[in-house]
């Protein structure tokens, strides 16, 4: 499986020396890495020289910078959406907290259909492959040939 890195230059340059906090998501830049950690968040949040930017997901967002669409379309959806979209957020938090960069940009939520955008390749297929474990339907994911995009198809 191919882990996407950040775009070390982008952020960089908006860097001075020592720790940065990403005003939107609140994760935390040290040592080269973004990174979650409330309490560090929490003793950190008011230090005047603190650095205050977007985290390389967050600009993606900002830029509406889309890597993948997930497309849930299933009569399940009416009866079991409230618990899906639980799974939905689970899994993203727990996948946003291995690397800031997976984003959910937009969710949209009608009575049969879902749509998920996100920032990496990545989420897309992974949200796809958990909620097709969980709900045992139809998956399937288009990855164009040279194109920085992933299309996932789930149906039931
Ligand atoms: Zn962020």
Known sequence: MVREN????????NIQEGMAI???????????YWFYDEKLYKENIN???????????CQKVENKQIDGIVILKSEVLKELKAEILNLI???????????PLSQIAELKVENNHIEIYTTTQFLAKHLGQVINKA???????????????????WTK
């Open 47 to 57: 230090k005047p020289d603190l650095s205050r930017i977007l985290c390389p997901g």
């Open 135 to 153: 709900y045992q339907g139809k998956l399937e994911i288009q990855k164009l040939p040279r194109e920085n995009f992933i299309r996932v198809n």
């Open 6 to 13: 950040f775009p070390k230059r982008e952020y960089r340059k």
């Open 22 to 32: 990403c005003k939107r998501c609140q994760a935390i830049y040290s040592n080269k």
């Open 89 to 99: 957020k689970h899994t993203y938090e727990k996948e946003k907290n291995k690397n």
